[in-house]
């Protein structure tokens, strides 16, 4: 049964989305396990996106890491796997799929919106209209250093040069006239070439004369993803986004920030389907909901390497803690006022005194070594139960609007979404809430776009017309010779 019939079927039922996001840059990945794979290996990729493919999952989403972290001057362990390009990845991934969407992650920072608005445009056209862009922001000077820019650009400007970059990137996206350039095709002629514009923009952050290489795609230009929580970044997902990652996973913290997302909407002139909120989510299964938290527990900790643990108590403590045993207690002496030193491991911390006092007393009442305290406050699940379990509880954040769905981040690499994909997605199914195939294009009869799959609308091309020709000038009068 196709996605369009499943809805009318069930619909007074909202669908679940899901997205798969492949855990490459992040400390949930548990690279011990025997089971894990390379995050290098194009095999790892091959799997992991095939298998949220037969999963029926909206897309794939991969994060981008541009620089190695570090800690007190030196690599963090987790970063030994690397971080590769993401546009060489998620072009890779579109080859050896047929129907599911790739989202890259890449910076409005450190790129140039000519260079990534053709990239990302001929990703699209390569693919059949199923890419995606989560549009990030790169402030610091850690970052920086690896383009040069340490420090170029205040905190308080970023979002200022992203919704600039988001619209010079649509206003070449948009500079061929789609339809007509089609029709030409399909008559067997030549591009007319007023069917396409250059493009001049001239702005705070941009100043581009360009005539895009590429035309619109398949669904028109990629689907915008945005993951900013900041009132800065709540605007512009309201004004430019169609697709928000989110963090606030727990059912009242959902519902609250989906309300304010959407509510944010008809002030920019956007319905409440025009954007969908995805969080981010973690999940452990098991036979029983005892099982799952059991197993939960033990991949809690697993993610938590003792390089890991230091580190983290270290970010709050302000500075380094020569011998810290981690399967030992915290440390006695009391955290240092300021902050942090840049690059280190991030923890926001607001007050370092009182926030090690609540972690001394957690760690008392409830008998937790250091190891076991910080995978405790830093690694639990969205998601733990059976699979029935957790079926429901993503139902019932779906259908009271707590999210439109989730971005799960599996903990091994590449195989942690299989177990996903083969006990809690039927059950979804079953419940008349997720799709049970891809929708093609009824009148071309290919593949879906990503728009599509999201149930998102094609944006509409903006017609353009050539400027009228200015009117001749009068001809001047004759001057005079000035003979010498």
């Known amino acids: 049964m196709s996605t369009a019939s499943h809805r009318a079927g069930d619909a007074a039922k909202r669908q679940v989305h899901l997205v798969a996001h492949f855990p490459g840059v992040n400390s949930a990945t548990v690279w011990s396990d025997p089971a894990s794979g390379s995050q290098i290996d194009f095999a790892s990729f091959r799997h992991f996106a095939q298998t949220a493919e037969r999963g029926l999952f909206d897309y794939v989403f991969l994060a981008e890491g541009l620089r190695l972290r570090e800690h007190g001057g030196r690599i963090h362990d987790l970063d030994v796997a690397g971080r590769p390009a993401t546009l060489a990845v998620i072009t890779a991934m579109a080859a050896v799929t047929r129907s599911i969407g790739v989202v890259g992650t890449l910076t409005s920072t450190f790129n140039e919106p000519?260079?990534?608005?053709?990239?990302?445009?001929?990703?699209?056209?390569?693919?059949?209209?199923?890419?995606?862009?989560?549009?990030?922001?790169?402030?610091?000077?850690?970052?920086?250093?690896?383009?040069?820019?340490?420090?170029?650009?205040?905190?308080?400007?970023?979002?200022?040069?992203?919704?600039?970059?988001?619209?010079?990137?649509?206003?070449?996206?948009?500079?061929?006239?789609?339809?007509?350039?089609?029709?030409?095709?399909?008559?067997?002629?030549?591009?007319?070439?007023?069917?396409?514009?250059?493009?001049?923009?001239?702005?705070?952050?941009?100043?581009?004369?360009?005539?895009?290489?590429?035309?619109?795609?398949?669904?028109?230009?990629?689907?915008?993803?945005?993951?900013?929580?900041?009132?800065?970044?709540?605007?512009?997902?309201?004004?430019?986004?169609?697709?928000?990652?989110?963090?606030?996973?727990?059912?009242?913290?959902?519902?609250?920030?989906?309300?304010?997302?959407?509510?944010?909407?008809?002030?920019?002139?956007?319905?409440?389907?025009?954007?969908?909120?995805?969080?981010?989510?973690?999940?452990?299964?098991?036979?029983?909901?005892?099982?799952?938290?059991?197993?939960?527990?033990?991949?809690?900790?697993?993610?938590?390497?003792?390089?890991?643990?230091?580190?983290w108590v270290e970010a709050i403590w302000g500075h380094e803690l020569p011998g810290l045993d981690p399967d030992g207690a915290l440390p006695e002496s009391e955290p240092s006022a300021g902050a942090q030193r840049q690059g280190q491991v991030s923890t926001q911390v607001a007050d370092r005194v009182a926030r090690a006092a609540q972690l001394r007393d957690r760690a008392r009442r409830e008998g937790l070594t250091l190891r076991e305290l910080v995978a405790a406050e830093t690694a639990s699940h969205t998601f733990v139960g059976s699979p029935s379990s957790v079926a429901a509880q993503i139902d019932r954040a779906v259908q009271e609007r707590a999210s439109d769905g989730f971005v799960l981040v599996p903990h091994l690499t590449p195989g942690g979404l299989d177990e996903f994909v083969d006990r809690v997605v039927p059950l979804l199914q079953e419940r008349g809430v997720f799709r049970t195939g891809y929708d093609a294009d009824p009148e071309t009869g290919a593949g879906p776009t990503l728009r599509r799959t999201l149930g998102l609308p094609r944006p509409p091309h903006v017609p353009w017309r050539a400027p009228a020709e200015p009117a001749p000038a009068a001809e001047a009068e004759p001057r005079a010779e000035v003979l010498a």
Not at 168 to 196: C, H, M, Q, T, Y
Not at 222 to 239: C, E, H, K, L, T
Not at 249 to 277: C, H, M, N
């Open 114 to 311: 000519y260079e990534l608005a053709r990239q990302l445009a001929t990703i699209d056209h390569l693919s059949g209209g199923r890419v995606g862009w989560n549009v990030v922001t790169s402030p610091d000077a850690f970052h920086g250093g690896n383009f040069r820019r340490g420090g170029f650009l205040p905190y308080a400007e970023r979002y200022t040069r992203a919704e600039e970059f988001v619209a010079l990137a649509k206003e070449l996206w948009n500079s061929w006239d789609a339809d007509a350039v089609l029709a030409d095709r399909a008559a067997g002629r030549f591009i007319d070439p007023e069917r396409v514009r250059a493009v001049h923009h001239s702005g705070p952050q941009f100043t581009v004369s360009a005539t895009s290489t590429v035309p619109r795609s398949p669904q028109g230009f990629p689907v915008i993803v945005q993951a900013g929580d900041s009132p800065a970044g709540r605007d512009f997902a309201a004004a430019n986004a169609e697709i928000i990652f989110s963090r606030h996973t727990s059912f009242a913290e959902g519902q609250a920030f989906y309300r304010d997302v959407k509510g944010r909407l008809p002030g920019v002139g956007r319905s409440e389907d025009s954007l969908l909120i995805l969080p981010g989510a973690s999940f452990a299964l098991g036979d029983t909901d005892g099982d799952a938290r059991e197993r939960a527990r033990e991949i809690s900790l697993a993610q938590t390497s003792p390089q890991t643990a230091i580190a």
